[in-house]
């Protein structure tokens, strides 16, 4: 059985169609996509293409319009604990100091899933996920006291210490200067690699380097349809220097290159979201609560 299963999934923004003088947005029309357990998935493709709208349907932070998302065979109804999420702007609680958001998550697995963890089993967690993350001595500061990409890695360390089945990306470095990013590229690859059992990964991004690095295989999204499916099979450990050089990893950015330029830029999901909130004077963003 697939981890992630998505069986003929539409999405529009029907709130659109409602509001004076607007009209609907459609973002994926008939996708279907299977994930096995443990597999690396990039899906990549234009800001606007439908990327993020298909992880926030996998994520059950929105609902499809048409078709089904199965998560074991189960069908999606919203949010669930056998899922965790990393987001581009961190996501962490600003009123809680850096072990206690690792610790947070941790807990609502506990409770959710019955795991019978004990709060000093919890807080040893957190230690050890921040070490793997290499934020233990920042573990007693406040988000605002650190750096993007410092905020980052204590949001890392909160998906995978709560040991979801499924752990999602949506565009999780996008806002990070290049040597940040490749740090945090490596610390993913590496943490994802370190298990004997790798969690099953979803990783939006819309950097064809990252997605070489990173993934087992890759989907192409475009004008909310997959345009491309293809496996990345290339040899882990994985570094930018050593891809440089391997002719079939030269061979795969050219195909996903070629993508690029044959698909067109569609308006970004980002300012579709926006334009909800201008329309409807309300806030229709609810994974930015998280």
Same mark, same amino acid.
């Given at each position: 059985m697939d981890a992630i299963a998505l069986q003929h999934v539409s999405f529009t923004y029907e709130d659109l169609s409602h509001a004076k003088g607007a009209s609907a947005q459609r973002?994926?029309?008939?996708?279907?996509?299977?994930?096995?357990?443990?597999?690396?998935?990039?899906?990549?493709?234009?800001?606007?293409?439908?990327?993020s709208t298909l992880l926030r349907l996998i994520s059950g932070l929105s609902l499809p319009t048409e078709g089904t998302v199965l998560i074991d065979g189960n069908p999606v109804h919203g949010p669930g604990m056998d899922r965790s999420i990393v987001?581009?702007?961190?996501? &962490?609680?600003?009123?809680? #100091?850096?072990? #206690?958001?690792?610790?947070?998550? @941790?807990?609502? $697995?506990?409770?959710?899933?019955?795991?019978?963890?004990?709060?000093h089993a919890i807080a040893q967690r957190a230690d050890e996920y921040l070490r793997l993350v290499n934020m233990q001595d920042a573990c007693n500061k406040y988000p605002y006291q650190l750096s993007g990409g410092m905020q980052q890695r204590v949001a890392i360390a909160?998906?995978?210490?709560?040991?979801?089945? @499924?752990?999602?990306? *949506?565009?999780?470095?996008?806002?990070? *200067?290049?040597?940040?990013?490749?740090?945090?590229?490596?610390?993913?690859?590496? &943490?994802?690699? #370190?298990?004997?059992?790798?969690?099953?990964?979803?990783?939006?991004?819309?950097?064809?380097?990252?997605?070489?690095?990173?993934?087992?295989?890759?989907?192409?999204?475009?004008?909310?349809? @997959?345009?491309?499916?293809?496996?990345?099979?290339?040899? #882990?450990?994985?570094?930018?220097?050593?891809? $440089?050089?391997?002719?079939?990893?030269?061979?795969?950015?050219?195909?996903?290159?070629?993508?690029?330029?044959?698909?067109?830029?569609?308006?970004?999901e980002e300012e579709i979201a926006l334009s909800l909130d201008a329309v409807l004077g309300q806030e229709v963003r609810p994974w930015q609560r998280f």
């Open positions: 973002a994926l029309t008939d996708v279907s996509l299977s994930v096995p357990q443990g597999q690396f998935l990039c899906v990549i493709g234009h800001s606007g293409g439908g990327k987001f581009q702007d961190y996501a &962490l609680f600003p009123w809680m #100091r850096v072990k #206690r958001n690792v610790e947070f998550g @941790i807990e609502q $697995a506990n409770t959710v899933l019955g795991r019978g963890l004990s709060k909160r998906a995978l210490a709560m040991d979801t089945q @499924i752990v999602l990306f *949506d565009e999780p470095f996008g806002a990070l *200067d290049v040597k940040t990013r490749r740090s945090l590229q490596t610390l993913v690859s590496s &943490l994802w690699a #370190r298990s004997e059992s790798p969690k099953t990964t979803v990783f939006v991004t819309h950097d064809i380097s990252e997605a070489i690095l990173l993934a087992d295989r890759v989907v192409f999204v475009d004008a909310g349809q @997959i345009t491309a499916d293809f496996m990345v099979d290339l040899p #882990r450990p994985r570094t930018v220097e050593n891809l $440089a050089h391997n002719a079939q990893a030269q061979e795969i950015e050219k195909r996903l290159t070629d993508l690029f330029y044959e698909s067109s830029p569609a308006e970004d």
